[in-house]
């Protein structure tokens, strides 16, 4: 598997992936599904297609213009990228239109104001300083929480539509001088960092309340499923809102020059010429989203190897659709994927056979609300419960150098071992040594791995069956996200020019799946689990301010307790299973130790679903891992906890601590006090 990754290859693979835009549900769409189908019966995978049904919109029409006060502000904003001569695929703008996946079709008119980065407590400091923002726009910057949170958060304070910008300071080339940065600080083509015209397409869906299909929620938007109504889903805003560049929103922020009020440097983004004034503007905007929504096909590619082992399967995934051709987002992804598949296919050839059934998934409308994971998930709930042991995820899988993880805490030890094993193309470190690096300040330290929040397929997975999973990623100086320039031009010349950070995520995800499928105990650790959650607790009681939540406590403890004993008899059983070879025949009483080790083993994390869900929002279902409720990608550990914290119901406090320690202490029991082979 290190040695097998061609960069050639996976640099066909992209040039094909990103020679289209491929939105969700079109007709091009459906056309590179069909192709990652046959690559995979190419390369001796048997694969099909699984079609979902789900609501998806398209842009018709869109305008912003500041249409009444001082005719010196007023202006109609361009909603459109410039074409860059040496990117080809640039050329059109028009392609797919600066649009919100999941926005509110209609028309919104009132003053405009700055809102910040749109968080609750930005509009309440609006509020607090005496600023109108009820029956405003509010015009707020990319950065600090999902763009669709940022929607959720003007609709509460009445605002009539939502203006979401990217500014120079976040994602523009201000600030990116210096290590951890590569490139110059410059905006594209002359650098990598997003450029004036540049707007970031996106959903805007409430990701913390539901993932998938809106108007299906707990179950799979198959063709003739029920459907609720599109004001009854939680999912989906009641304001319009439109994607801007820098440019377009700079009138604006000229409109509120020495309006309303203005903060330090917090609220100031890059631009030069403003002050960053609260407002609102003294004339009104239109804000025009006239958008297409209806019920249209999706396509899943699934693959599978049959597994010696029926009762196991490991899961490799990778969405497919783009906002526009997606170079980085998600085709880098694709890209391994199926060079991937191919170092399998090549494996079959010979002879072999994975212990455990591999699937491997192209998923379909991610962008949207990670909808084809997430059906495809509900549509075989029952069937992962009993198999399901881990899922892999990659989407942004190569933007740049930099490797990063984030895992359920039982995988971060094979995490570790296999990123020890693949040479980091650009120093003389492993992965894992220059994943040190920069995460933890010395390639001699343990590199950090991160929690899963939201933002990608692993979604569905974690949060609503329990499936332990991991995302992996190469990040780096990528500022062209969801935009026209996230292109095969931009890959080459500031991605990954070589290609060889794509081959060494090929390695790092075929060797993942490769170990998790093959060996013969499942390379799953508990105790790293338990130590974990120690450290939530602490977090929580913080939060919480209390001394302890003793229940809660007890239940870790028990955990770490029973874990370290586990583990222990696991490391007996690995020295008795040294003495045979990898393919022999084990006497029937190990073999039963080793199935009941690892039937413990994939079940763990299942045991920290709660079928009640957090209350709030009931689709999300483990008691440690949710995404934030306001911030959206980041993690909420004990979220349903720290909900009650936040609302100060005490009653509702103790119950959810309660809730969260009975199923750890679940998952303790499922651990045997004493592990003999």
């Known amino acids: 598997m290190l040695s097998f990754p061609s960069a050639d290859q996976v640099h066909e693979n992209l040039r094909i992936y990103t020679s289209e835009a491929h939105l969700a549900g079109t007709e091009s769409d459906r056309r590179q599904a069909e192709w990652t189908r046959e690559k995979f019966e190419e390369y001796g995978i048997d694969a099909e297609i699984a079609t979902y049904y789900p609501l998806l919109n398209y842009p018709i029409n869109r305008r912003l213009g500041l249409i009444s006060g001082p005719e010196e502000f007023q202006y109609e904003a361009s909603l459109r990228e410039d074409p860059v001569e040496e990117d080809e695929t640039s050329h059109n703008p028009d392609v797919v239109p600066t649009f919100h996946g999941y926005s509110k079709n209609g028309t919104a008119q009132g003053r405009v104001i700055y809102a910040n980065y749109g968080t609750l407590a930005d509009f309440q400091y609006l509020v607090d300083q005496g600023v109108e923002v009820n029956g405003t726009i509010a015009l707020v910057r990319y950065g600090g929480a999902f763009r669709g949170l940022k929607v959720r958060a003007a609709e509460k304070f009445g605002c009539v539509g939502t203006l979401i910008f990217?500014?120079?300071?976040?994602?523009?080339?201000?600030?990116?001088?210096?290590?951890?940065?590569?490139?110059?600080?410059?905006?594209?083509?002359?650098?990598?960092?997003?450029?004036?015209?540049?707007?970031?397409?996106?959903?805007?869906?409430?990701?913390?309340?539901?993932?998938?299909?809106?108007?299906?929620?707990?179950?799979?938007?198959?063709?003739?499923?029920p459907r609720i109504k599109r004001e009854e889903s939680p999912g989906l805003a009641s304001i319009p809102s439109l994607p801007l560049s820098w440019r377009d929103a700079l009138p604006l922020l000229k409109a509120m020059q020495g309006r309303g009020v203005s903060r330090d440097h917090d609220w100031k983004g890059g631009l030069d010429e403003v002050d960053?004034?609260?407002?609102?503007?003294?004339?009104?905007?239109?804000?025009?989203?006239?958008?297409?929504?209806?019920?249209?096909?999706?396509?899943?590619?699934?693959?599978?190897?049959?597994?010696?082992?029926?009762?196991?399967?490991?899961?490799?995934?990778?969405?497919?659709?783009?906002?526009?051709?997606?170079?980085?987002?998600?085709?880098?992804?694709?890209?391994?994927l199926l060079e991937v598949v191919r170092a399998f296919g090549e494996l079959l050839k010979v002879g072999w056979k994975?212990?455990?059934?591999?699937?491997?998934?192209?998923?379909?409308?991610?962008?949207?609300g990670l909808v084809g994971s997430t059906e495809w998930v509900e549509d075989n709930r029952d069937w992962l419960d009993k198999h399901g042991v881990v899922y892999i995820n990659m989407d942004t899988a190569v933007s740049g150098p930099h490797f990063g993880s984030s895992a359920s805490p039982s995988l971060n030890?094979?995490?570790?071992?296999?990123?020890?094993?693949?040479?980091?193309?650009?120093?003389?470190?492993?992965?894992?040594?220059?994943?040190?690096?920069?995460?933890?300040?010395?390639?001699?330290?343990?590199?950090?791995?991160?929690?899963?929040?939201?933002?990608?397929?692993?979604?569905?997975?974690?949060?609503?069956?329990?499936?332990?999973?991991?995302?992996?990623r190469f990040t780096g100086d990528y500022g062209v996200y969801h935009s026209n320039y996230d292109s095969f031009h931009w890959m080459e010349k500031f991605g990954d020019p070589t290609f060889e950070y794509h081959a060494a995520m090929v390695r790092?995800?075929?060797?993942?799946?490769?170990?998790?499928?093959?060996?013969?105990?499942?390379?799953?650790?508990?105790?790293?689990?338990?130590?974990?959650?120690?450290?939530?607790?602490?977090?929580?009681?913080?939060?919480?301010?209390?001394?302890?939540?003793?229940?809660?406590?007890?239940?870790?403890?028990?955990?770490?307790?029973?874990?370290?004993?586990?583990?222990?008899g696991l490391g007996r059983l690995e020295q008795h299973l040294a003495s045979f070879d990898a393919a022999e025949d084990l006497p029937e009483?190990?073999?039963?130790?080793?199935?009941?080790?690892?039937?413990?083993?994939?079940?763990?994390?299942?045991?920290?679903?709660?079928?009640?869900?957090?209350?709030?929002?009931?689709?999300?279902?483990?008691?440690?891992?949710?995404?934030?409720?306001?911030?959206?990608?980041?993690?909420?550990?004990?979220?349903?906890?720290?909900e009650a914290v936040d609302e100060k119901d005490r009653k509702l406090v103790d119950y959810t601590a309660h809730r969260a320690a009975k199923f750890i202490k679940k998952a303790a029991k499922s651990l045997p006090r004493h592990h003999r082979p």
Do not use: C, M
């Open 166 to 225: 990217s500014d120079p300071l976040d994602d523009g080339p201000l600030n990116k001088e210096g290590f951890p940065f590569i490139n110059e600080p410059k905006s594209y083509p002359e650098g990598p960092w997003r450029s004036e015209s540049s707007a970031q397409r996106g959903s805007v869906q409430f990701l913390s309340l539901l993932a998938g299909d809106p108007l299906t929620p707990g179950y799979a938007a198959t063709k003739d499923a």
């Open 413 to 472: 030890q094979l995490v570790y071992e296999v990123t020890k094993h693949v040479d980091d193309p650009r120093t003389d470190w492993s992965v894992y040594e220059a994943w040190a690096n920069v995460t933890a300040g010395s390639p001699d330290a343990q590199p950090v791995v991160g929690k899963l929040g939201s933002g990608s397929d692993f979604v569905g997975f974690l949060d609503h069956v329990g499936i332990a999973s991991v995302d992996i």
């Open 589 to 642: 009483q190990l073999a039963d130790h080793v199935a009941r080790a690892n039937e413990r083993l994939a079940k763990f994390e299942r045991h920290f679903i709660d079928p009640k869900g957090i209350q709030s929002r009931p689709w999300f279902k483990h008691v440690v891992y949710a995404p934030s409720l306001w911030e959206g990608y980041s993690s909420q550990t004990f979220a349903a906890v720290a």
């Open 354 to 368: 994975p212990r455990r059934s591999i699937i491997f998934a192209s998923w379909d409308a991610e962008e949207y």
């Open 276 to 336: 960053y004034f609260s407002g609102p503007t003294e004339g009104e905007a239109i804000l025009v989203n006239h958008i297409d929504e209806k019920i249209t096909p999706i396509w899943n590619v699934i693959g599978k190897i049959q597994g010696t082992d029926d009762d196991s399967a490991i899961i490799l995934g990778n969405h497919r659709d783009a906002w526009v051709y997606g170079a980085v987002d998600p085709s880098s992804g694709s890209a391994v």
């Open 508 to 568: 790092i995800a075929g060797s993942l799946l490769l170990r998790l499928a093959d060996e013969r105990v499942l390379p799953l650790y508990p105790i790293d689990y338990a130590v974990a959650l120690d450290e939530y607790t602490a977090d929580i009681e913080e939060y919480a301010g209390v001394k302890s939540f003793g229940e809660l406590r007890d239940a870790v403890k028990k955990l770490l307790k029973r874990s370290a004993h586990f583990e222990s």
